[in-house]
Protein backbone atom coordinates (compact mmCIF):
# COMPACT_ATOMS: atom_id res chain seq x y z
CA UNK A 1 0.00 0.00 0.00
CA UNK A 2 0.83 3.49 -0.75
CA UNK A 3 -0.24 6.09 1.97
CA UNK A 4 -1.23 9.79 1.06
CA UNK A 5 0.41 12.19 3.09
CA UNK A 6 -0.62 15.53 2.48
CA UNK A 7 -0.93 17.70 -0.73
CA UNK A 8 -2.25 20.68 -2.06
CA UNK A 9 -3.22 22.59 -4.64
CA UNK A 10 -3.31 26.04 -6.27
CA UNK A 11 -5.63 27.57 -9.10
CA UNK A 12 -7.17 31.05 -10.17
CA UNK A 13 -9.88 30.15 -7.92
CA UNK A 14 -7.23 29.64 -4.46
CA UNK A 15 -5.51 26.91 -2.96
CA UNK A 16 -6.61 24.04 -0.59
CA UNK A 17 -5.09 21.13 1.35
CA UNK A 18 -6.08 17.88 1.31
CA UNK A 19 -6.25 17.19 4.93
CA UNK A 20 -8.15 19.83 5.83
CA UNK A 21 -11.01 18.58 2.71
CA UNK A 22 -10.01 21.23 0.38
CA UNK A 23 -11.51 19.84 -2.92
CA UNK A 24 -9.62 21.59 -5.62
CA UNK A 25 -11.75 24.05 -7.87
CA UNK A 26 -9.99 24.82 -11.49
CA UNK A 27 -10.99 27.57 -13.82
CA UNK A 28 -9.67 29.40 -16.34
CA UNK A 29 -7.02 31.96 -15.19
CA UNK A 30 -3.88 33.17 -13.96
CA UNK A 31 -2.89 31.12 -10.72
CA UNK A 32 -3.26 32.95 -7.35
CA UNK A 33 0.19 34.01 -5.68
CA UNK A 34 0.98 33.18 -2.22
CA UNK A 35 2.06 35.25 0.57
CA UNK A 36 5.19 34.63 2.47
CA UNK A 37 2.15 34.34 5.83
CA UNK A 38 0.11 31.84 3.77
CA UNK A 39 3.59 29.86 3.21
CA UNK A 40 4.76 30.35 7.00
CA UNK A 41 8.07 29.59 6.04
CA UNK A 42 11.65 30.46 4.86
CA UNK A 43 11.49 31.11 1.31
CA UNK A 44 14.99 31.13 -0.79
CA UNK A 45 16.23 34.26 -1.37
CA UNK A 46 15.78 33.96 -4.84
CA UNK A 47 11.91 33.43 -4.70
CA UNK A 48 11.25 36.77 -5.71
CA UNK A 49 13.14 36.57 -9.04
CA UNK A 50 11.46 33.15 -9.47
CA UNK A 51 9.57 32.87 -12.88
CA UNK A 52 5.63 31.89 -12.87
CA UNK A 53 6.11 28.50 -13.75
CA UNK A 54 9.06 28.00 -10.80
CA UNK A 55 7.44 30.02 -8.06
CA UNK A 56 4.06 28.24 -8.79
CA UNK A 57 5.54 24.80 -8.11
CA UNK A 58 7.67 25.91 -5.40
CA UNK A 59 4.80 27.06 -3.61
CA UNK A 60 2.65 24.22 -4.14
CA UNK A 61 5.42 21.61 -3.09
CA UNK A 62 5.73 24.17 0.41
CA UNK A 63 1.67 23.51 0.85
CA UNK A 64 1.80 19.84 0.23
CA UNK A 65 4.96 19.63 2.89
CA UNK A 66 3.08 21.69 5.22
CA UNK A 67 -0.12 19.92 4.97
CA UNK A 68 1.89 16.19 4.90
CA UNK A 69 3.32 17.12 8.22
CA UNK A 70 7.11 16.78 7.22
CA UNK A 71 9.69 19.19 7.31
CA UNK A 72 12.96 17.12 8.32
CA UNK A 73 15.54 16.92 5.69
CA UNK A 74 15.73 13.06 4.43
CA UNK A 75 15.77 11.07 1.30
CA UNK A 76 12.74 12.18 -0.83
CA UNK A 77 12.56 12.17 -4.63
CA UNK A 78 10.04 14.76 -6.85
CA UNK A 79 8.41 13.99 -10.21
CA UNK A 80 6.25 16.12 -11.73
CA UNK A 81 3.81 15.99 -15.43
CA UNK A 82 3.51 18.75 -17.00
CA UNK A 83 2.20 20.06 -20.79
CA UNK A 84 4.00 22.56 -21.23
CA UNK A 85 6.95 23.14 -18.90
CA UNK A 86 8.46 26.51 -18.91
CA UNK A 87 7.32 27.18 -22.61
CA UNK A 88 6.51 30.45 -21.74
CA UNK A 89 9.42 31.20 -20.09
CA UNK A 90 11.47 30.08 -23.36
CA UNK A 91 9.32 32.52 -25.56
CA UNK A 92 10.36 35.24 -23.35
CA UNK A 93 13.70 34.43 -23.20
CA UNK A 94 13.86 33.71 -27.24
CA UNK A 95 12.52 37.54 -27.45
CA UNK A 96 15.12 38.89 -25.75
CA UNK A 97 17.67 37.45 -28.13
CA UNK A 98 16.39 38.90 -31.45
CA UNK A 99 18.08 42.25 -30.48
CA UNK A 100 21.77 42.94 -30.41
CA UNK A 101 22.82 39.56 -32.15
CA UNK A 102 21.83 38.27 -28.81
CA UNK A 103 23.90 40.46 -26.43
CA UNK A 104 21.37 41.31 -24.61
CA UNK A 105 19.93 38.33 -23.83
CA UNK A 106 18.78 37.71 -20.71
CA UNK A 107 20.81 35.34 -18.18
CA UNK A 108 18.25 35.55 -15.62
CA UNK A 109 14.87 34.06 -18.35
CA UNK A 110 17.56 31.55 -19.30
CA UNK A 111 18.07 30.36 -15.75
CA UNK A 112 14.81 29.11 -15.83
CA UNK A 113 14.18 27.84 -19.14
CA UNK A 114 14.48 23.88 -18.35
CA UNK A 115 11.21 22.86 -16.94
CA UNK A 116 13.04 20.64 -14.02
CA UNK A 117 14.40 23.74 -12.65
CA UNK A 118 11.56 23.86 -10.32
CA UNK A 119 12.37 20.69 -9.14
CA UNK A 120 16.32 21.25 -8.21
CA UNK A 121 15.34 25.02 -6.50
CA UNK A 122 12.73 22.53 -4.29
CA UNK A 123 15.47 20.06 -3.72
CA UNK A 124 18.21 22.53 -2.90
CA UNK A 125 15.56 24.44 -0.49
CA UNK A 126 14.71 21.26 1.23
CA UNK A 127 17.51 19.41 1.43
CA UNK A 128 16.12 16.33 -0.66
CA UNK A 129 18.47 13.91 -1.57
CA UNK A 130 16.16 11.28 -4.05
CA UNK A 131 15.68 11.66 -7.73
CA UNK A 132 13.77 14.24 -9.36
CA UNK A 133 12.63 14.67 -12.67
CA UNK A 134 9.76 15.94 -15.28
CA UNK A 135 7.91 13.62 -17.41
CA UNK A 136 5.38 14.70 -20.22
CA UNK A 137 1.90 14.41 -20.06
CA UNK A 138 -0.92 14.76 -22.56
CA UNK A 139 -3.61 16.93 -20.32
CA UNK A 140 -4.59 13.97 -17.51
CA UNK A 141 -3.15 16.39 -14.81
CA UNK A 142 -0.44 14.49 -12.78
CA UNK A 143 -1.55 10.78 -13.87
CA UNK A 144 1.69 10.37 -15.95
CA UNK A 145 3.64 11.42 -12.77
CA UNK A 146 1.48 9.78 -10.51
CA UNK A 147 2.17 6.65 -12.49
CA UNK A 148 6.21 6.76 -12.07
CA UNK A 149 6.04 7.76 -8.54
CA UNK A 150 4.14 4.30 -7.69
CA UNK A 151 6.69 2.78 -9.65
CA UNK A 152 9.79 4.28 -7.13
CA UNK A 153 7.77 3.09 -4.48
CA UNK A 154 6.63 0.04 -5.47
CA UNK A 155 10.23 -0.89 -6.42
CA UNK A 156 11.40 0.44 -3.06
CA UNK A 157 14.11 3.12 -4.71
CA UNK A 158 12.67 5.23 -2.68
CA UNK A 159 10.29 5.63 0.48
CA UNK A 160 8.73 9.19 0.02
CA UNK A 161 8.13 10.83 -3.14
CA UNK A 162 5.96 13.93 -4.06
CA UNK A 163 4.46 14.06 -6.86
CA UNK A 164 2.17 15.85 -8.85
CA UNK A 165 1.23 18.30 -12.19
CA UNK A 166 1.99 21.83 -12.86
CA UNK A 167 1.46 24.27 -15.83
CA UNK A 168 1.65 27.50 -15.83
CA UNK A 169 1.36 28.90 -20.17
CA UNK A 170 -1.90 30.67 -20.38
CA UNK A 171 -5.43 31.50 -18.89
CA UNK A 172 -6.61 28.22 -19.99
CA UNK A 173 -4.22 25.79 -18.62
CA UNK A 174 -2.57 26.92 -15.52
CA UNK A 175 -2.39 25.47 -11.91
CA UNK A 176 -0.83 23.06 -9.88
CA UNK A 177 -1.11 19.73 -7.40
CA UNK A 178 1.17 17.79 -5.48
CA UNK A 179 0.23 15.30 -2.98
CA UNK A 180 3.48 13.46 -0.57
CA UNK A 181 3.30 9.44 -1.06
CA UNK A 182 4.81 7.52 1.38
CA UNK A 183 5.90 3.37 1.32
CA UNK A 184 4.19 2.48 4.69
CA UNK A 185 1.76 0.63 6.96
CA UNK A 186 -2.02 1.90 5.75
CA UNK A 187 -3.16 4.88 7.47
CA UNK A 188 -5.40 7.56 6.20
CA UNK A 189 -5.71 7.71 2.28
CA UNK A 190 -4.11 4.72 0.49
CA UNK A 191 -3.91 3.60 -2.99
CA UNK A 192 -2.98 0.81 -4.86
CA UNK A 193 -0.99 0.29 -7.81
CA UNK A 194 -0.73 -3.22 -9.28
CA UNK A 195 1.88 -1.87 -12.41
CA UNK A 196 -1.42 -0.41 -14.77
CA UNK A 197 -3.23 0.87 -12.67
CA UNK A 198 -3.90 3.36 -10.00
CA UNK A 199 -6.81 2.29 -7.58
CA UNK A 200 -8.27 4.51 -4.05
CA UNK A 201 -11.07 3.13 -2.53
CA UNK A 202 -13.36 1.13 -5.91
CA UNK A 203 -12.43 3.36 -8.26
CA UNK A 204 -9.57 3.96 -10.61
CA UNK A 205 -7.34 7.27 -10.69
CA UNK A 206 -7.46 9.80 -13.65
CA UNK A 207 -5.85 12.75 -12.37
CA UNK A 208 -3.99 13.48 -9.23
CA UNK A 209 -6.90 15.65 -8.53
CA UNK A 210 -9.23 12.44 -8.08
CA UNK A 211 -6.93 12.08 -4.84
CA UNK A 212 -8.60 15.23 -3.31
CA UNK A 213 -11.87 14.05 -4.79
CA UNK A 214 -12.34 10.66 -3.82
CA UNK A 215 -13.43 9.30 0.08
CA UNK A 216 -12.24 6.57 1.60
Not at 68 to 77: F, I, S, T
Not at 102 to 118: D, I
Request: net charge neutral.
Amino acid sequence: MISIKGGSWISSCGYGLLNKGQKPVFKSGIPVRLSREELSMELPSRHGRFDAYTKLGFDAVSLALKDAGHDEKKLCGIVVSTKHGSMANDIEYYKTTLYDGGFTASPNLFSYTLPGTVLGECAVHFKFRGATFTVGENGDKGLAALDVACNLLNASVLNRVITGWLDSFDDTDSGAAFVVLEKSPAQGKVIRYDGNKIIMGNGEIKSILDLFETEQ
